[in-house]
Structure formats: structure tokens, C-alpha cells
């Protein structure tokens, strides 16, 4: 699938790493690791900038992850102004960030900085797909 | 402490919620302002080098035109751009084209007119202020980033909703005491903590309002300085720095790393540190953003931030005034135009001719402008 079908919004249609949204639509999140100096990339990265290489594998984002920071959004960008509100957070899978949505189960109240998440894989309504963390 | 390269004319234009004028009409409020207090004439000027946020510009290449209108043909002109930080950077590149012997006299010119697009437009390339590719997807905007960072300056330090109030009743006094703010009415704490929520924990009153405006900064060699100037006042230290823009680039998110490191260039170059410094202009887009300033610029201990505000010695009169014209919060943050006016407060202070934002016989003083959520990061310290 290309590019384009990933997040409610898509901005960007053509990239090497397009194979992402065929992972998530498997229900899996994946990032890249660098074959040559293995280190892991989330969001995934088509180029290594350390090595500087180009030979990347994908790798599952597993297990659960803690919550960095959050914030409960009030006012959205164009395009999202009828979601609101929503969470926004970062959340740390051993070293490996990843950046999303909280699911609106969560209240804000329910939402601490240190909680275990995972990330779990979505199809939004019009077949856009996502990821969104969840409760671990 | 370097005098090589001095500030030898300010200007700004008031800051506005919609200039009603075109984009070179507000720039040449701020150049004839600058030119007047320098006291030379355009031709005097060797190089221009415009700065703003081009998504907001109709104009497409505005440094020709506006170049153009200021009568600085046929002197060459150029762009700058890191969005918020554009006009300091704007400065870094005027000093260094300077330093290096290509020009004596070289023009800094800021604006932004964020009314030039319509307000749809405006929210729609907010959006993409964010990796375009892993974060705008999910809906994010700029008051959504700080307020992160907000949230795990709480939760590491203690700090609260009440200290980043503290810092807007800072802004909204002493925007009342500036006529070129947009905001000049005074705050209650009530309002502040009672605003309506943006992104939590930020209400209203903790997020800057857009303006349109434009800033101007005139620089000079050491010697075409003491030939023309009465007053220079010299760039002593000058620091820049990065960080991911992506989110999932940083280590932690109470405090911007481009702002430590940008601070630590340029204490080095003016060998100074942040105990020598009098009055400070801070990047203050949104509160959080004050805080984490004293804390990355080494005003305060990591997590300790919140006893300066708390103690009042960010004031006027207090340890290390900061923001004493309204800061962004008052007044306004017209992109590519707030780095050069907050050099301008600081070079009107350090001159004496801040008015009643005056503080007591500063010597030396500090400008921190960030782009984007610290993804640019930019220090400046002068002297007189």
C-alpha cells in the first residue's frame, strides 16, 4: 500500500519506507534496523545517518512501553478540528520512541506520565490506517 | 570579550493583530525606525538579509522585492529562514559575513504578516509545523508540543499550572508598559488558571498571540561602528544549536537541548556566564517555554526555575529580569520578526532608552529565540 493511506491526514505520499502501512494492516508496528551497525529506528528510517548506509531490515515494535509525556488537545488543525479532543503522546519502548495517540478509552484522569502502553494497530473509518496506544 | 561586531541601529514596528498594509509597507516601518537611530542612510548599508516563515508569504522570494522598496538595490540581498528563530539567525549570518571582511554595514530585516493568509490557511500549515510524515498525521500543533514538554517539567520537578500563571501576569504587566505590544491588558491569576483549556495542561493565556510585525537590526564592523556610532553596543557571544525535530529524536522533554547548548557557545565566546548577565529576552511562546528557558540559559538549577518566578526576581527590579517588554506572550510573535525585536529591547536597555521597562544600568545582556519546539536554538549575548 502506499504512503498515502497512513494517518487520518496523509501528507506525504512516496517514501521508501511505504512498506509500513502493509505491516500495520497486518496489525504490526514496525520500525528499521541498520544492518550494519544495528541500530533500531522508530519512526523507520530508509538510511542509516551513522553508518552512512542504506541496508535496513524491519523489526517489530513489541512488548510495552512507557509514557514519556502527554497532553489532552483542545483545538485541532485543519483537518481535525471535529476530533477533539484527543491525547497526543510519546511514549519509550526500551530506547525506541514512538510517537502517536492515546485511544479515547483512556481518560485523562486514567492517563499518568510512566504507565505501560502498547501499540496497537487501527483501521479508521474511510480504511486510513493507524496505530494508537492502548493500556499494556 | 569580542568587539568585533556592533548593533548600530533598532527599529520595530508595533505589533499588530492585521497590519493593514502590504508586506513592504510593514517592513520599511521597522528599517526607516532602524536607519533613523543609526543615523545613516541606505546606502550605507552593504548587504540585506531578510528574514520570515515563507508559508506565510503570498510574495514568493520577498527579500528582492522588499530589498526593492527599502532602496537597497543594488546591494546584495537573501533569505534566511528558521521560522521563529529566523531574525537572530538572520544576525549570525549578517555577523559572520562581517567578521569575514565581505561587508561593513549589514541589514537584519524580520516580518511577518501571519494575516496575509486566511485563518483556515494558517491552522492548516500549523499542522505541518510537525514531521510531515510520523506526527501531523495524528493532528498536532505547536501549543500540543510545548505542553509535552510542560507536563514532564511537572512531573520530573513539581512545577504547576500555578508557577507558568505566575509568568503570564509577568508578561501581561510589563506588556501593559509597552506601546508596540498587542496585548496591553493586565492579568489576574484567576483568568489565567480559569482560561479555557488548548492543549492541556496550556490554557489560553499561556500560548503567545500571532501578530503581524517586522523587526530591524543594523550591524557594523568595529571600526565603521566608532567612526558612526554614538552608541554600538557589541555582539560579545553568539551560540546555535539543534535538536530532532521529531519527537522521538529527544531524550527527555523538560528542557530543549538546542537552548543548552546555544547558551553554553555563547557564554564561551563572551566569556561570560549567566551570573554576569543583566536583562535577558527569553523565547517565551508559550510559558513552559520561559520556565524551561532560566533553567537551559543556567539562570536557575535544572527544576529549579519555578523559585525565580515564585521569588519575583524575573521582574524589573529583581536578580535577572527577563521579558521586561511583554515577551511574546504580550507582545505578539510575528514569526520571522521576534528574534530582532527582542534584540532591539535588549540594545535600547543596554543603552539606557528602555523607558519605564528600564532596567537598573544593565552592561550586559542576553537574547534567546527558539525555532519551531527547539528544533533551532540561538543565543546572544551583548555588551556595551
Redesign the interface.
Known amino acids: 500500500m502506499g504512503f498515502e493511506n497512513f494517518g487520518q491526514i496523509s501528507f506525504a505520499a512516496q517514501t521508501k519506507v511505504s512498506d509500513f502501512v502493509d505491516f500495520l494492516k497486518n496489525g504490526e508496528l514496525r520500525g528499521t534496523k541498520c544492518q550494519e551497525c544495528g541500530r533500531i529506528f522508530f519512526p523507520p528510517r530508509a538510511d542509516c545517518s551513522w553508518c552512512p548506509e542504506s541496508s535496513m531490515e524491519w523489526v517489530k515494535i513489541e512488548g510495552a512501553g512507557n509514557l514519556v509525556s502527554f497532553t489532552r488537545v483542545h483545538y485541532g488543525p485543519t483537518g481535525f478540528e471535529n476530533d477533539t479532543p484527543y491525547t497526543l503522546a510519546l511514549a519509550d519502548f526500551n530506547g525506541v520512541k514512538v510517537f502517536g495517540r492515546i485511544t479515547k478509552e483512556l481518560s485523562e484522569e486514567q492517563t499518568k506520565i510512566g504507565m505501560a502502553l502498547k501499540a496497537a494497530a487501527v483501521t479508521l473509518p474511510g480504511g486510513q490506517l493507524t496505530y494508537e496506544l492502548i493500556p499494556a | 570579550m569580542p568587539k568585533d561586531v556592533a548593533v548600530i541601529g533598532v527599529g520595530q514596528s508595533s505589533f499588530v493583530r492585521n497590519y493593514e498594509g502590504s508586506i513592504r509597507e510593514l517592513a520599511f516601518e521597522a528599517f526607516r525606525e532602524a536607519i533613523k537611530d543609526a543615523g545613516i542612510t541606505p546606502a550605507d548599508i552593504n548587504a540585506s538579509i531578510i528574514c520570515s516563515a515563507p508559508e506565510y508569504d503570498k510574495q514568493r522570494s520577498p527579500s528582492g522585492l522588499i530589498a526593492e522598496y527599502l532602496g537597497l538595490n543594488p546591494q546584495p540581498t537573501f533569505a534566511i529562514e528558521t521560522v521563529c528563530s529566523s531574525s537572530t539567525t538572520g544576525i549570525r549570518v549578517g555577523y559572520s559575513l562581517i567578521k569575514a571582511g565581505l561587508h561593513d554595514i549589514v541589514l537584519v530585516l524580520g516580518f511577518q504578516k501571519m494575516s496575509e493568509i486566511s485563518s ?1 490557511d494558517s ?2 500549515r ?3 509545523g510537525a ?11 505547536m ?2 508540543y510545548y ?3 510542560a ?2 517539567h511537572f ?1 520530573k520537578y513539581g512545577s504547576t499550572e500555578h508557577d507558568l500563571a505566575l509568568i503570564r501576569i509577568k508578561a501581561a504587566k510589563y506588556g501593559q508598559l509597552n506601546d508596540k505590544a498587542v496585548y496591553r491588558k493586565g492579568l489576574e491569576l484567576d483568568q489565567v488558571l480559569n482560561a ?7 490554557k489560553r493565556f499561556d500560548c503567545c498571540a500571532n501578530a503581524d510585525g517586522s523587526s530591524c537590526v543594523i550591524l557594523a564592523s568595529a571600526a565603521k561602528a566608532k567612526e558612526i556610532s554614538k552608541k554600538p553596543v557589541w555582539v560579545m557571544g553568539l551560540g546555535a544549536a539543534t535538536a530532532s525535530l ?5 531524550d ?2 523538560d528542557g530543549l537541548d538546542s537552548a543548552r547548548l546555544a547558551a553554553k557557545e555563547a557564554y564561551a565566546m563572551a566569556g561570560v556566564g549567566p551570573a554576569d548577565i543583566d536583562v535577558a529576552e527569553v523565547h517565551d511562546c508559550f510559558t513552559i517555554a520561559e520556565l524551561m528557558a532560566y533553567e537551559n540559559l543556567g539562570f536557575a538549577e535544572p527544576g529549579k526555575g519555578v523559585e525565580l518566578i515564585r521569588a519575583g526576581e524575573t521582574y524589573l527590579e529583581g536578580k535577572i529580569p527577563v521579558n521586561v517588554d511583554g515577551g511574546l506572550l504580550s507582545k505578539g510573535h510575528p514569526i520571522g520578526a521576534t528574534g530582532g525585536s527582542q534584540v532591539r529591547t535588549v540594545v535600547l536597555q543596554l543603552r539606557g532608552e528602555a523607558g519605564s521597562m528600564q532596567v537598573a544600568d544593565p552592561e550586559i545582556g542576553l537574547v534567546h529565540n527558539i525555532g519551531g519546539v527547539g528544533i533551532y536554538g540561538n543565543v546572544i549575548i551583548f555588551g556595551r
Do not use: C, K, Y
Not at chain 2, 479555557?196 to 496550556?202: M, N, Y
Open positions: 483556515a491552522q492548516e500549523m499542522g505541518r514531521d510531515i510524515m510520523w506526527e501531523s498525521p495524528f493532528g498536532t500543533m501549543p500540543a505542553a509535552m514538554h507536563r514532564a512531573n479555557e483549556p488548548v492543549a492541556s495542561p496550556l521529531t519527537m522521538t529524536g529527544r527527555a522533554l
